[in-house]
């Protein structure tokens, strides 16, 4: 099993910034990938971004790009997802996942460990 631990979450202005942190602990050495989804009030759970935990690829969902930067500290098994210039649409549950089967983790389907979420707020 893997444990997932998200912080850095918060209230912050538009325009603003946070750094969330993913900490993981247990059988770290299964996880192949791991990513960020979020999920607004009243909408579906989304893609955000997902790291290769070998080669340190990325991908990100469009409406991040240029905004959001994921990366990973394989010493400390904790992968952060760097936001900048922050919208009101950026509001949701920010969940930490991890995938021992998918190096890319973008569907939720491959997810096998997901953190319990941390809230982001942004204000107009």
């Known amino acids: 099993q893997v444990q997932l631990v998200e912080s850095g979450g918060g209230l912050v202005q538009a325009g603003g910034s946070l750094r969330l942190s993913c900490a993981a602990s247990?059988?770290?050495?299964?996880?192949?990938?791991m990513g960020w989804f979020r999920q607004a009030p009243g909408k579906e759970r989304e893609f955000v971004a997902a790291i290769t935990w070998s080669g340190g690829s990325t991908f990100y969902a469009d409406s991040v790009k240029g905004r959001f930067t994921i990366s990973r500290d394989n010493a400390k098994n904790t992968v952060y997802l760097q936001m900048i210039s922050l919208k009101p649409e950026d509001t949701a549950v920010y969940r930490c996942a991890a995938s021992a089967q998918a190096i890319v983790v973008i569907r939720a389907t491959s997810v096998d460990y997901w953190g319990q979420g941390t809230q982001v707020t942004v204000s107009s």
């Open positions: 247990g059988r770290t050495f299964s996880i192949h990938g």
